[in-house]
């Protein structure tokens, strides 16, 4: 049996971190808990923290007592969401109530205890974490990295835009006809393309993908079309070109708004008699393909300003197929980043998992200009860069300022505003209930009862023990 907790206790360090700015004020239990055996490092700010992480603790003491600590909250998020340390929390009984605190409890702590708390139960419960925490490494360390996975070549998507979307995708691969998706880039252009290939009667055929932006315009004859051997310079043998390569299957041409002009006509001629002919040679091959094009470009004013040909464009726009932008999409914002986490987090980072709230309202807000392109990249890197269980907004680059309108639920708003109003009155009032009670406009027993759900404490009420210690015994003894 490995008993990891008690045999290391003694010398494994636990960081405790408080909320409050008053240094010199003594925390009454860490003496006790000292007595317990254990190592505690009190830090007082961030940059303590992070360098006491880098020295070794692996245990991390949350304490929150009073509401006004909540504040608080998301300063220390990217840093307690760290998952190289086991949090243990000791949170007022009555903040355990308000929806920010259960969120935060949930996300980030190994456990929590409510004040005011038993220190045996403490010191036992900052073991356990401790022990989860040296097993967590020990799988971290011990674990081999999971071959890539090629899940990704897949579409997601519930709302009413994709399932029309998939609708569409449907129904023309059923047929041959030629088909255009349009729509900004990063929107997944290809995998539509790939879909009515894996949908239609051609599926057991290649298919071949060419981006007609990415070929330089002095190969595009060779690229397309091959060529024979001594065609040219260079050419030693002969090669097939994509569209020979595609036979039987589906050729799909991306971008092909950025195809050469006088290119242009040569496609036009296959389209129209299903033949090529490869550079250097005399001979006609019959090509059996189904071709489907796609642009981020608006075709049809490129017609008009005679930067694409008319006829080639009514040749490849049989149906068209228009793909809706990612921030138009809604839900399929959190499926979509989910759908990828899983899959990378599995490569890059095991113990992740998941968004935070705060992340995910980062994702609903973001704007997206590089589409599902953008969220893929943006949900690797956070799972690379991420050090907590759960993603948060820097992880993904967003700025976490940009949600906090919709962080803040009408419960919340409410209990934030009365917080305000009451210390402001009893601001005003120099801490005397029944004044402070006349500016509110409430009763004398109204504002003790507010006073006493929201944990408010007047400055000139000091309390006679520690809120958060229990009744002291005699072994116990709390020292000041």
Known sequence: ????????????PVLVLRLTVRTSQPCPYTETLRDHGLNLVECFTLESAYQAV???????????????????LDKIEPFVSNNRISWVGLIAQELISMPRMREFIAEHLFNFITLPADLDHIALT??????????????????????????????VGRTPQMQQLFSQLYKVARTDASVLISGPSGTG????????????????????????????PQL???????????????????KIGRIEAAQGGTLFLDEIGDMPFDMQVNLLRFLQEKTIERVGGNDSIEIDVRVIAATHIDLAEAVRQGRFREDLYYRINVVCIDM??????GQDIEDIAKHYFSQFAGMHNRSLRGFSKAAMNAMLSHSWPGNVRELVNRVQRATVMAEGRFIQPEDLGLDRSNDQSQLMSLEDARAAAERMMIRRALSQSRNQISRAASLLGVSRVTLYRLIEKYNIRPDSVTPGHAPFMAAARPDMEVHK
């Not at 690229?223 to 002969?238: I, N, P, V």
């Open 54 to 72: 880098e020295n070794g603790c692996r245990v991390g003491l949350l304490i929150i007592s009073q509401d006004s600590e909540l504040d608080h």
């Open 324 to 329: 809706p932008p990612l921030a138009d999409r």
């Open 1 to 12: 049996m490995l008993n990891v907790s008690n045999s290391a206790s003694a010398a494994q």
């Open 126 to 155: 900052l073991r356990h974490a401790w022990g989860m925490a040296f097993m967590r490494d020990l799988k971290r360390d011990a674990s081999p990295a999971p071959a890539p996975d090629n899940n990704d070549l897949v579409m």
């Open 220 to 238: 595009f004859q060779s690229e397309l079309f091959g060529y024979e051997k001594g065609a040219f310079t260079g050419a030693s043998q002969r």
């Open 189 to 216: 252009k290809e995998l539509a393309a790939l879909s009515i290939h894996r949908q239609s009667a051609r599926r057991d055929a290649p298919f071949v993908a060419v981006n007609c932006g990415a070929i330089a």
